[in-house]
């Protein structure tokens, strides 16, 4: 799921493509996409963009008073096109035209889930918002409080977007390795050391990553926004070696997510334990890596 710097990589993109420009026409190809109808999308023709924002991980189109919001999710993506150019077959949803090109709203897989709402004024954008902090806006004192202010994992409150805008699964395994912190300690429990290395940590991932994609991709549209990223240190990196350390990486597994992090850097060596290698190891969970590696290879 594009999170807050595959968001700010995109609107860099799009802002000398569509920014005050006026929309020739909108065509929608997947109606599922558009959950709102008032004021409907057709709507968005003749009229000039007068605004593009991140709104968590959401992407927003404002043309006057009223505003196109978009989020992709897991699997939805953007790519410009020429003029007019035909949406794409099998994965094209819609298509935003300027005289100047093709705003293509694409998602793959068979599972839609990409959603575009339509807002009228402030107000309409506003009840769009999930309310988390901006966390590239805030000092060390706010972004304290809403981190406390409910009692969750390090890796659920980060990517809580109503206490956090723009966090997502990939994000917040770079910032908790980066700040040597376990995903599973909970919110309440950090000292005031910890929460530092914590809020640096948060601040420092966001921008470098986002600076870093905007000087990678310079003025032509990214046609690579993906979770998985080279330079990332533990994020997609399960079983590889950890970069400050040269540990496996290791991963839990919860619902459709997971959690990728370094024994020796972020839980003083301990493993946590993981659904699915839980049931294989009938529950007996190993505490350190050679434990896990001796039971790996007596269930074989």
Request: net charge positive; with cysteine; hydrophobic share 40%.
């Amino acid at each position: 799921m594009p999170e807050l710097p595959d968001i700010e990589l995109y609107l860099h993109a799009l802002r000398p493509r569509l920014l005050d420009r006026t929309i020739i026409g909108v065509r929608v190809a997947a109606p599922f996409l558009v959950r709102t109808v008032d004021p409907p999308i057709a709507a968005l023709a003749g009229r000039r963009v007068t605004a593009l924002r991140r709104l968590g991980k959401r992407l927003v189109i404002e043309a006057g008073d009223i505003a196109a919001v978009l989020h992709l999710m897991i699997a939805g993506r953007l790519r410009w096109l020429p003029p007019r150019a035909p949406i794409p077959r099998r994965i094209g949803l819609a298509a935003i035209d300027v005289d100047a090109g093709t705003l293509a709203i694409t998602e793959a897989g068979s599972t839609r889930r990409a959603s575009l709402h339509m807002a009228q004024g402030a107000a309409g954008i506003a009840a769009l918002d999930p309310g988390g902090v901006e966390p590239l806006d805030i000092d060390e004192a706010a972004f304290a409080t809403a981190l406390t202010s409910e009692r969750h994992t390090l890796k659920r409150a980060l990517t809580d977007p109503s206490l956090f805008s723009g966090i997502g699964n990939a994000y917040s395994d770079e910032i908790l390795h980066r700040a040597q912190l376990s995903p599973m300690r909970l919110s309440d429990s950090l000292s005031p050391a910890e929460m530092d290395r914590l809020f640096v940590a948060t601040q420092a991932t966001l921008t470098e990553w986002r600076d870093a994609l905007v000087a990678e991709v310079g003025d032509a549209f990214p046609e690579r926004v993906t979770a998985f990223r080279p330079g990332m240190r533990v994020h997609g990196r399960y079983g590889e070696p950890c970069p400050a350390c040269g540990g496996p990486v290791q991963r839990i597994r919860y619902a459709s997510n997971e959690a990728n992090y370094c024994p020796a850097c972020q839980t003083g060596g301990k493993l946590l334990a993981d659904r699915g290698l839980s049931r294989l190891l009938k529950g007996d969970w190993p505490k350190t890596l050679d434990e896990l590696e001796r039971r790996k290879r007596g269930a074989r």
